[in-house]
């Protein structure tokens, strides 16, 4: 990509945000009394405090991890959408193991994380298999799959590990299992630096390995890839396995962070779809990801602050990502005034090639 | 002659999205019932041009005059309306519609508002095949008929839509000699029936036999108007590729070596489970090239797809250097040197979006010279690929920029200097240097015939029959699945004789031999 075109694509994400920022600010004022104070607390909520600001870094983690995920299952041209139920197995799974396994403390998370990344491993695994098994859409199945995962969390959590005292909650996860806080008066947990490490090494992984090639290779154009002499089959099953990995840890990571106490997630949380527009954001490519988390929890952290100080509720948010990903999607959007940019360019070169 | 002008395109320039410039201040002017040629090699920017003239693409810059007034063609629909019609080089044909079905598509005849009339529009499409003199039985289905008619068909849809300037991308390319001759026999008299058409090729034989006037491209821009009877053909030859041409390349005698490959009584079939190739057998040497010539959907691809192990849709024995293949992985063959030139670039050859690093390395990236057990060696594959962009003239910024910023004819060179640095010993090359500039083809010919010399054994499919003669040490024209004859001695073939073969008129496989000397 020449640099130009670069620094086209990087200024319509930015106007794309502005354009969505815009559009809610419409909206707010359309339906608030106090419009003003809204967008006020909306922007500048984050900053107030210190714990508010914690509230962005702690909001941030789990969406790394899903947005991790998929930015590799989609590298390889896969729209898997099962890292949100991969994320919920995720959660459950570690919660099991804490429970039930009695690890002494410091093995105890490890573990715990180690066997949601690969619960959610395999879950995300299913689809891909499906896929290549029975030529079954992978959208479709992986996005049914999700219900199966909720029901079935549901389902482990009332029969086994369900407190009666509480009744659609588990026990308290043991301290020996629980992530301690890294910062002092926040909840920020050491999930932070796994999560940076993952977006470094999915970077690494993708760019710099063979199978990464590979991946990337099967994703751009798979008949290539398959005239190459590329196993497409092996490719989209480490990919999936890969990114399932991945967001499942998030879900383990996240459930014995400081945030939770118990297992008690009788819904989908949603970083499986969040993580659809961090991998927008992003450009499938896992370095970017912090960047594109921290933006999205600020803005949710802010939402919320919003919502419980003004009349507006915390959805306007997701106007705001909808129309961002529209706007990022749409390869329509501003495509004349690249195609002038690129032909001022190009006319440019015709001059210079006559010049020499 | 002064005929009044009908049509005039001024100062067009269009840049397409990946910064090509397709044609930098192009004029040209149509007069009534003239055939006037647009003549160009391969890039020249002539199908843009009609693109620009049909309303598939928005100029950046010029203006379109028709009947002296300013215009604007937005649209295919809106240049039909305007009287302008164009037969692509691909069909845009319903082949499971019958011929006047096709032809009436979109501007039925129509009974009681809503049904349409087909007694009508039988009666229209008969009336005006008659009147242009073409023989076509317009109940049949498209599927049913062959290239040659099909492209009557064509011709028929844009007449009954009311084209008075009609545009022929190529029409010739897909034709055997004979409907060539058919095809100019019918512009000849639409010619006399006051139309004008625009007839864009590279050959400069066709041009001389009927065309008025010829508007000659180079890339991107035009070389100027002439009389055809005024200019001779080498005059054309020169403007077209600003230097004389050699299509006789220097050849050494092929230094023919031991069996390289042998496919024994192959029968291969398309994805749809279709029979494409029947009980072929032949054997390629190191040190040769093996022409293959033949109308397109003869078996060539079933064939390619066979030996390359793209597809294993086959039954019969393929060995390479006496190994057979048929348990073989893609991967696998590669690693019996077997390197492969796709048909189609864009969809088989590379990754648009990647690299051209990226796109040079994925044949082998494998070797330990390029990456260890789990990562690359990026130093090592970036001068390797700089070497490359190098020794290949691959015009572009860096290695970084992505390949389908690229033009046509350095997107295939990326894909030979990837295919050909792997040293193979086999070499199957199709359509190498089909829509690519004179120099990019001229570069790649010469390298296959290195290769020849270094006892490389090559096929070389080509729809180009200058190439497949000038390159060839044994030419095969292949007809449903089979080679209806196999010259050894290239230069006493004809180009007549040939079509007659690619059209089964002739057919050597059926006799028992196919050796001919």
Known sequence: MSNSVKRFEAFRMFFAIVIALLISFVIIFL?????????????TGPFKSRRNFANVIEAMIPLMFTGIGVCIMFSANQINLAGEGAFHLGGLVAAVVALQLGLPAGVSPVVAILFSGLVGAVFTAIPAVLKIKTNSSILVSSLMLNYIALWFATFILMHFICDPGIGSASYTIPDASTLPTLIAKTRIHPGLILALACAVLGYVFLFKSKIGYELRLTGQNEEFAKYSGINIVKVVLISQLLGGFIAGMGGGVELLSPIYTRFSWTSLLGYGWDAIIICTLSKNNPLYT???????????????????????????VQITQGIIILLVVAEQFLSKYKHKMIAKEAMASLKEEEVH | MAKET??????????YSNGVVANEDVSLDLKKGEIHALLGENGAGKSTLMKVLFGIETPDHGKILLNGTETTIKSPQDAISKGIGMVHQHFML???????????????????????????????????????????DVSARVEEIPVGIKQKVEILKALYRGADILILDEPTAVLTPQETEELFVQLEKLRDDGRTVIFISHKLDEIKRICDRATIMRSGKSMGTYNVNEISTS???????????????EKQPAKVKDVMLSVRHLDAFNTQGVQKVRDLSFDLHGGE?????????????????????????????????????????????????LAHI????????????????????????????????????????????????????????????????????????????REFSTAPDIIIANQPTRGIDVGASEFIRKKLLEFRDAGCAVILVSADLNE?????????????GNFSGVFTDVKSVTEEQLGQYMLGLKNDSENGGVSHE
């Not at chain 2, 109308?295 to 030996?307: K, T």
């Not at chain 2, 992985?329 to 590669?334: G, L, T």
């Not at chain 2, 040079?360 to 010279?369: E, G, H, L, V």
């Not at chain 2, 497949?468 to 449903?480: E, G, T």
């Open chain 2, 94 to 136: 319903l082949p499971s519609l019958s011929v006047a079905e096709n032809i009436i598509l979109g501007v039925e005849p129509r009974k009681k508002r809503f049904f349409i009339d087909m007694k009508q529009a039988i009666r229209s499409a008969k009336e005006i095949a008659e009147k242009y003199n073409f023989d076509i």
């Open chain 2, 235 to 249: 005059d054309m030859s020169k403007l077209m590729v600003g230097r004389e041409v050699v299509l006789e390349f």
């Open chain 2, 342 to 417: 796709p048909e189609d670039r864009m969809t088989t050859g590379c990754a648009a979006h990647l690299n051209i690093q990226e796109n040079m390395f994925a044949n082998q990236y494998t070797n330990p010279k390029y990456s260890g057990k789990v990562m690359l060696k990026s130093k090592v594959i970036q001068m390797r690929s700089d070497e490359l962009i190098k020794e290949y003239l691959i015009k572009c910024k860096s290695q970084k920029q992505e390949v389908g910023m690229l033009s046509g004819g350095n997107i295939q060179k990326v894909i030979v200097a």
């Open chain 1, 290 to 316: 912090p960047l594109a988390a921290l933006f999205l929890a600020y803005l949710r952290t802010g939402a919320s602050i919003m919502a419980r100080y003004t009349d507006v509720t915390l959805e306007i």
């Open chain 1, 31 to 43: 339906v608030s009394k106090e419009p003003l104070t809204a967008i006020y607390t909306l922007i």
């Open chain 2, 289 to 337: 090239i093996l022409g293959i010539a033949g109308v397109e959907g003869n078996g060539q691809s079933e064939l390619i797809d066979a030996i390359t192990g793209l597809s294993k849709k086959y039954t019969g024995k393929i060995e390479i250097k006496g190994e057979d293949i048929k348990q073989d992985s893609i991967r696998d063959i590669r690693k019996k040197r």
């Open chain 2, 6 to 15: 009908v049509l005039e395109m001024q100062h067009i320039m269009k840049i």
């Open chain 2, 468 to 480: 497949v003669f000038s390159l060839s040490d044994r030419l095969a024209v292949m007809y449903k």
